[in-house]
């Protein structure tokens, strides 16, 4: 009774701890240390990767060398080294785009690094115009002396506008390189870098533009000084109106040719010394332009007009004025799993149109449009299932525009209503299928093979190698023991060679022959009737188990005959011997016949 | 009986040492306990055995050990899967 | 058969000792019988701690001279008997070392009329140990006898301090992540934040720590100077340790787990409990042996 309590009681508890691990298998770890890692008042350093620390300190370092190196290409151009100025310039390029790519991979663009980095791109871009300005400069100067001394006239005048177009631009610059100074002075300070170096970079660049100031001086006195102009017939005036503008208006630009043959003339309008317009004029020697503001940086221009490249018209200068934009968006309507944005973008001269606004999704260009002569825009994006913040941002640093954006909205896109695809159309889901259909049936089939393996048919002392010499121990019941399953190996050929086995040993050792011949007998009467432990049982339990055979009779009397060979003192004869071989075939025989396999 | 108690015992103090690894990396892992598992079971049931006739629970415990390997096969599937879908 | 019980026996020794050491430790945070990396249990395990004295009431700082009192993650108020109890203690020559990231010791510090204040925050550091941004790197400021000779100090989430004279501070890239992502946004302001305070007051010091997570058994060997800082505070100039276990998160338990503190830590009851156990064991192993011979 007790077993079956005992037996019970552990199929319950197998099939209760069967059941809990069911239970976790969907998550088979079931603890790591990180799962608890991380509390509100520490993390677990355990669990955490040491981090090179490279990047961060980088970090300061490069922005104190950035604000040095201003300075060093401004002390190069006041001593007129050109190419060197060229070279710290270039070096310059190369820190600044080290600091884009160090405040983008820590992540670090809305910070103070990130204003820093922005007025050192402005900075860049300052420095790298002054360099050319300057170095156009120089070459004013050297062509200056060759077009005096060829008493060229109207090439003279041509540099002259030209440097004073050049003049005007380095002003430009100055200013705004002025304008960064005490915003990029505070932010350094904060991070306790050193700006003295930059502060004087100011003070330099101011001493340049006096000197490019006193030299355009000096231009123009020899311009009207010391070459006597040609005589020549023609005249040239121009005027325009108004004298500032902002993006996309119109300056329109007029003027007269005075003088000979005016009618129909080409005239060439250039704005900052760049060719912007030729026109022709009517019969009476008037022109007219209109001077559209594109893409213009903002602040003075000068302009002149020159005909058939040698009479020149006054220069005059416009400004253009810096709009400050607005860009509105219109709450986003959710249509077919697509985002329809619109939106528009203002400035206070009015609406700006044929300009790029960007859409934002999630902090990064998903697409953009052109706004029409409303200004206003419209575009549909596919952001994808979830939650997005869209805005839409306006910056482009070739226009008189300032940069603006839109607020900001959270959207959610609801997962597609379409029916999800089956399972069955894409290849991956197939081959997953198919592969772990493989593996479970190879699995199934290791273990079916790994089943039948150790069910053998073949009687197992059949497979043993047989031991050297004749020490087989006589395997004697004893009480206390336990049935030893590991006994000393007994081999025997298959089929005809036990026979030959038996003769050999006859000659020698009587006992052992019909020993062998029995254990034959023995093993197939065995694997016939299923027995278990075929070797515990003496030779008459055998005889009595298989009295339902046909074999019986030849059977007892085999055993009779062994009994009294194996245990007795008889030895037997010739014909005794034979015997013990047929009767052992008749068996043999009878089981085979009965086996029918 | 002893060598019954002998497989039994060197099946337990596998496992424990498998447990006490696990503490010992702070992981505790279903899939890699019930892996070790099989090949404790395994390698005992090779170890107790003959390839002749056996005992009865050597027997039962083949059926066991086919079921394992059955569950193998599942888990083995699954982590293809796994690396497949990545 | 025999051989079955000796070996179950053993089995049940391994899981009754498992248990016994489970249910006397916790996992409460801070707590020095937790023995998990968020525990204090190395910190009062190690020599200092071991040596030092256990102030389980403010009352029994009256009297002391020449000590060094520790104030670890206070969870509760001060009032203001015991804030004047501790200025006494102060004044008279001792140093008092608070360690509070949460604002609980805003409460001490105002009894004791300090210029010294705690503020809550998420600090979070370009400069850290980890990959994590919890884990912020603070460098040496005035000098100090706490500070000499260490470069830096690894902490984990810490808060900050403002007032009295800073003995350590963090880079100058660090911010108080405020919305908790990690990163910097266009509100959170970089800056250099104090991290351990110190102020004289009388004839005594005071230092204030932002960061108790130092003490955790994780943060023993997290890097470079840490178990040096420690060092330090164990012995420092000669002092003796006193360790405040009233208001301090070090102190808390439940109560099976004290009783089995109690029961290890008085001898008598072990032997005691030894004697039983393996009376009961061997008279049962007696009894069955009887039984089946």
Not at chain 1, 134 to 144: F, G, K, V, Y
Not at chain 1, 336 to 350: I, K, P, Q, T
Request: hydrophobic share 40%.
């Amino acid at each position: 009774m007790r077993r079956y309590i005992l037996w019970t009681l552990a199929l319950a508890l197998s099939a209760g701890i069967i059941f809990l691990v069911l239970l976790q298998s969907a998550s088979p770890l079931l603890y790591s240390a990180e799962y608890d890692a991380f509390t509100k008042r520490h993390a677990d350093p355990a669990v955490l990767k040491p981090m090179g620390k490279d990047s961060a300190e980088r970090l300061l370092p490069l922005m104190s060398d950035l604000l040095d190196t201003p300075g060093t290409v401004i002390i190069n151009l006041e001593y007129g080294d050109v190419d060197i100025a060229r070279q710290d310039l270039e070096e310059f390029r190369q820190l600044s785009q080290s600091l884009d790519s160090l405040v983008i991979n820590l992540d670090m663009s809305e910070s103070e690094v990130g204003d820093f980095r922005r007025m050192n791109q402005k900075n860049l871009l300052i420095l790298s115009e002054l360099v050319e300005s300057t170095a156009r400069l120089e070459e004013l100067n050297t062509l200056e002396i060759r077009f005096r001394d060829a008493r060229d006239p109207a090439s003279l005048t041509s540099i002259t506008y030209e440097g004073e177009s050049l003049r005007n631009q380095v002003s430009q610059l100055y200013t705004q390189y002025q304008s960064q100074e005490e915003p990029l002075v505070s932010v350094s300070e904060k991070f306790e870098i050193d700006s003295t170096g930059y502060e004087e970079s100011q003070d330099r660049f101011e001493q340049i533009v006096r000197k490019i100031g006193d030299e355009q001086e000096r231009r123009v006195f020899t311009l009207q000084t010391q070459i006597q102009p040609e005589i020549s017939p023609f005249q040239l005036t121009m005027s325009l109106a108004p004298e500032q503008g902002a993006f996309h208006e119109t300056i329109q630009m007029r003027g007269n040719l005075i003088g000979g043959e005016v009618a129909d003339r080409e005239i060439e309008i250039l704005v900052d010394t760049r060719k912007a317009a030729s026109v022709f004029t009517d019969e009476n020697g008037h022109w007219e332009y209109l001077f559209r503001i594109d893409a213009i940086d903002p602040g003075s221009h000068t302009s002149f007009a020159v005909f058939s490249g040698s009479t020149f018209s006054d220069i005059v200068s416009f400004d253009v004025i810096l709009a400050e934009t607005s860009l509105t968006l219109d709450e986003p309507r959710v249509y077919e799993g697509a985002l329809s944005c619109s939106g528009g973008l203002f400035s206070d001269r009015g609406p700006v149109d044929g300009v790029r606004v960007d859409l934002m999704v999630d902090g990064r260009r998903s697409t953009s449009q052109l706004t029409d002569e409303q200004g206003a825009f419209k575009v549909n994006i596919r952001p994808g299932p979830g939650e997005h913040k869209v805005w839409a941002l306006f910056s482009n640093p070739d226009v008189p525009l300032s940069e603006s954006q839109s607020r900001v909205y959270s959207v959610t896109i609801p997962p597609p209503r379409l029916q999800e695809p089956g399972f069955f159309d894409s290849w991956e889901n197939v081959l997953a299928l198919v592969l772990g259909a493989l593996v479970l049936a190879g699995t199934i089939i290791g273990a079916y093979a790994y089943l039948r393996r150790s069910r053998s048919h073949v009687p197992a002392f059949l497979r043993r190698p047989r031991p050297a010499g004749g020490d087989f121990p006589v395997i004697v019941a004893d009480p206390g023991m336990p049935i030893q399953e590991r006994g000393p190996d007994v081999p025997e050929p298959p089929g005809d060679d036990v026979f030959i086995a038996y003769s050999k040993a006859a000659d020698s050792n009587i006992r052992e022959a019909v020993h062998i011949l029995f254990s034959y007998v023995r093993a197939e009467i065995a694997g016939k009737l299923s027995l278990k432990n075929p070797r515990s049982c003496t030779p008459r339990e055998i005889c009595r188990k298989s009295s339902n055979l046909p074999l019986f009779t030849d059977l007892s009397a085999f055993v009779r005959q062994y009994e009294s060979v194996r245990y007795g003192v008889k030895i037997p004869d010739e014909k005794e011997r034979q015997s013990f071989i047929d009767l052992a075939r008749a068996i043999h025989g009878s089981l085979l016949g009965g086996r029918g396999e | 009986m002893r060598k019954k108690a002998l497989a039994f015992l060197g099946l337990m103090i596998w496992l424990v040492a498998v447990i006490g690894f696990m503490l010992l990396a702070k992981t505790l892992d279903l899939e890699i306990f019930f892996v070790l598992w099989l090949i404790g079971t395994l390698v005992i049931a090779e170890l107790a055995s003959d390839a002749s006739a056996n005992t009865a629970y050597m027997r039962n415990l083949r059926y066991v050990i086919a079921c394992g390997v059955f569950i193998f096969g599942i888990i083995v599937a699954l982590k293809i899967l796994e690396i497949l879908n990545a | 058969m025999r051989m079955v019980f000796w070996i179950t026996g053993f089995f049940l020794l391994v899981c009754l000792s498992v248990f016994f050491l489970h249910i006397s430790t916790n996992t409460e945070e801070f707590s020095r019988y937790n023995m998990q990396w968020n525990g204090t249990s190395q910190f009062f395990g190690s020599r200092a701690g071991m040596d030092a004295t256990e102030i389980r009431q403010i009352s029994d700082l009256a009297g002391r001279t020449g000590s060094f009192l520790l104030i670890i993650a206070p969870e509760r108020p001060f009032d203001d008997r015991e804030s004047r109890e501790v200025h006494d203690f102060l004044t008279q020559g001792n140093v008092v070392f608070l360690a509070d990231e949460t604002g609980a010791g805003n409460t001490l510090l105002e009894g004791l009329d300090s210029e010294i204040r705690v503020f809550p925050a998420n600090l979070t550091s370009m400069e850290r140990q980890y990959g994590d941004p919890s884990s912020v790197l603070a460098h040496p400021s005035s000098p100090d006898p706490l500070n000499t000779g260490i470069t830096s100090l690894v902490l984990n989430s810490p808060s900050y301090t403002k007032g009295g004279t800073p003995v350590f501070t963090t880079s100058l890239l660090t911010w108080a992540d405020d919305n908790g992502n990690g990163r910097i946004d266009e509100t959170e302001g970089l800056g250099r934040y104090t991290i351990l305070s110190r102020e004289y007051m009388g004839e005594g010091t005071l230092y204030v720590l932002s960061d108790p997570s130092v003490f955790i058994n994780g943060m023993q060997d997290a890097g470079r100077e840490n178990s040096v800082f420690l060092g330090r505070l164990a012995g420092h100039d000669g002092l003796d340790l006193l360790i405040e276990q009233d208001h301090s998160s070090t102190a808390k338990a439940d109560l099976l787990v004290l009783a089995i503190i109690y029961m290890k830590s008085s001898k008598f009851m072990t032997t005691v409990l030894f004697i039983l156990v393996g009376t009961g064991a061997s008279l049962y192993a007696w009894k069955r042996y009887s039984e089946v011979s």
